[in-house]
């Protein structure tokens, strides 16, 4: 069982259902705990806004504001509880509004308690199952997120093979790298370290230990990342590099640093 307990909100005028749910269901079993009673409908929304439960356990019929009125509101404000119905009344009116509301059952009073836990029981397990999804999808965007970045620094670097290889890797990543358009990359460095020595460039794909910037100027070295040195505020340089297809990205790399390192100004990267 998940360590993280699902929460349940009970819904019923009937003091005897709200308190026997409470008593008689052992919730720890579960993996569930009620963390709340409503005996109306205004109390019920009030407390699945404030509270978003996992589980809702609703009555149809109650003061202030019907179990399915309650639904509705929710599911309008885009709220993801599951919903089991309870009603005094077969009316099957009354469950086909259900059904189109998402609630996952419709049970009549009074409750057969077997056939109530079993269908409890089908609904944790589709809790837990969406958790396990929802920690799955988070490590895998987490991965894909380290593998962009670290793809980039390696075209900062010039550290890739070939376009098939830049075409490849960029395709199983959901980047689109265009070699007909410029794609631009811009490390911020500070100017200093605070004690008026110049700043060192330390990065995944670059050299770290070799000078940076010093007064705005690239140093030896950096003209084969195609880099090139741009002011910017809060005394920091920009470095900057073209990264379209590989002949394009080196020619006109290399011209963008030559300029910069004259102090001249890139009639196309301004």
Not at 30 to 50: E, K, P, Q
Not at 249 to 263: P, Y
Request: charged residues 25%; glycine residues 10%.
């Amino acid at each position: 069982m998940n360590s993280v307990p699902f929460t349940v909100l009970i819904a019923d005028d009937e003091s005897a259902i709200r308190n026997g749910l409470r008593e008689i269901i052992p919730w720890g079993d579960y993996n569930a705990v009620v963390i709340d009673a409503a005996a109306d409908g205004l109390s019920a929304l009030a407390s699945i806004r404030r509270n978003r439960p996992d589980l809702v356990i609703m009555d149809i019929k109650m003061p202030g504001m019907d179990g399915l009125e309650v639904i509705r509101q929710a599911r309008e404000e885009g709220i993801l509880s599951r919903f089991l119905i309870l009603s005094g009344y077969d009316d099957f009116n009354l469950a086909q509004k259900a059904i189109r509301y998402g609630v996952k059952a419709y049970f009549l009073k009074p409750l057969k308690m077997q056939e109530f836990e079993d269908e409890l029981r089908n609904q944790i397990a589709g809790l837990m199952a969406e958790r396990n999804m929802r920690g799955s999808d988070a490590v895998m965007t987490s991965i894909l997120k380290t593998s962009r970045l670290f793809l980039l620094n390696q075209l900062i670097a010039n550290d890739l093979h070939s376009q098939e290889d830049l075409d490849r890797r960029a395709g199983m990543l959901g980047l689109q790298i265009d070699p007909e358009q410029p794609c631009v990359c811009a490390v911020a460095i500070p100017l200093s370290t605070g004690g008026g020595r110049p700043a060192l460039l330390r990065g995944r794909g670059l050299p770290g230990g070799h000078p940076a910037a010093r007064g705005g100027e690239l140093q030896p070295g950096h003209a084969r990342l195609g880099l090139r040195a741009v002011p910017s505020a809060g005394g920091c340089v920009r470095l900057q590099r073209d990264l379209r297809a590989d002949a394009a990205s080196r020619h006109h790399g290399g011209r963008c640093v030559r300029q910069a390192h004259r102090g001249h100004r890139d009639p196309e990267h301004g």
